[in-house]
């Protein structure tokens, strides 16, 4: 394939951006769409020319790194795949392709594709654990007998990679898919249960301090989410915040 890539540029975060064109030429179907983009960067540096800045680490859609908007689309035109895993068949012959960061203000732009997803983090840090004894008496795993119902929802909640297509996709740009993600994969469980008031009081708390805005129920972050975390977990999240703060 032979393809016209129109790439978002930006030096950094106080620099203003613009979309720049480039050839690319030979691409093959069954390459990932960042091994395109490696091979745009060897051109580049070849011709003495700055690379795409672009985060990636895994390549095998478990990091969350590699966000990228592409033809207005988070992670790309497929479904329940991340940019690393997006495969460049699903492109035709000819095509032009527009590739930008993640936006959204509480993610600014490092440089040119690279988001700054430090927001994730503290969310995290905020409610995303649980405090286990490590004394020498820990229990046995299995001593707690946990539903197979719950516990498939809990390891269903605990597939979100931290991505941010959740919020790159939604016009609020709100990370209640997230948030409910991080909160619902421990409140289904027992071993959740003893710092579940704290944890949804401190994250919800802290996904505001960070600036994300709210959840009007468009359902976009679902459909564009690579996991295919469920809604049901943003419910599960208010019913959660509901009671803490009764
Ligand atoms: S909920 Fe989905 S889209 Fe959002 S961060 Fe987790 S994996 Fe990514
Ligand atoms: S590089 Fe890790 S999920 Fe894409």
């Not at 991080?182 to 409140?187: D, F, G």
Request: aromatic share 6%.
């Amino acid at each position: 394939m032979n393809l016209t890539l129109k790439i978002w540029r930006q030096e950094d975060a106080k620099s203003p951006g613009k979309m720049v064109t480039y050839p690319i030429s030979n691409i093959e179907g069954h390459m990932s769409f960042l091994e395109m983009m490696d091979i745009l960067n060897d051109e580049l540096i070849e011709k003495g020319e700055e690379p795409v800045a672009f985060d990636h680490d895994c390549r095998e859609g478990i990091c969350g790194m590699c966000s990228m908007y592409i033809n207005g689309e988070a992670h790309g035109p497929d479904r329940r795949v991340t940019t690393c895993q997006l495969h460049m068949r699903m492109f035709k012959d000819g095509e032009t392709i527009h590739i930008e960061p993640f936006r959204a203000n509480s993610f600014p732009v490092l440089k040119d594709l690279m988001v700054d997803r430090g927001a994730f983090d503290r969310i995290q840090q905020a409610g995303g654990y649980i405090s286990v004894n490590t004394s020498g008496n820990t229990q046995d795993a299995n001593s707690l007998p946990i539903p197979k119902a719950d516990a498939d929802l809990a390891m269903d909640a605990a597939t979100c990679i931290g991505c941010g297509a959740c919020v790159a996709t939604c016009k609020n740009s709100s990370a209640m898919l997230f948030v409910s993600a991080k909160v619902s994969q421990y409140a289904l469980l027992p071993q959740g249960r003893v710092e579940a008031k704290d944890r949804v009081l401190n994250m919800v708390n802290q996904m505001d301090i960070e600036g994300f805005g709210n959840c009007t129920n468009t359902g976009a972050c679902e459909v564009e989410c690579p996991k295919g975390i469920s809604l049901d977990n943003i419910a599960r999240m208010n019913r959660e915040l509901i009671k803490a703060k009764a």
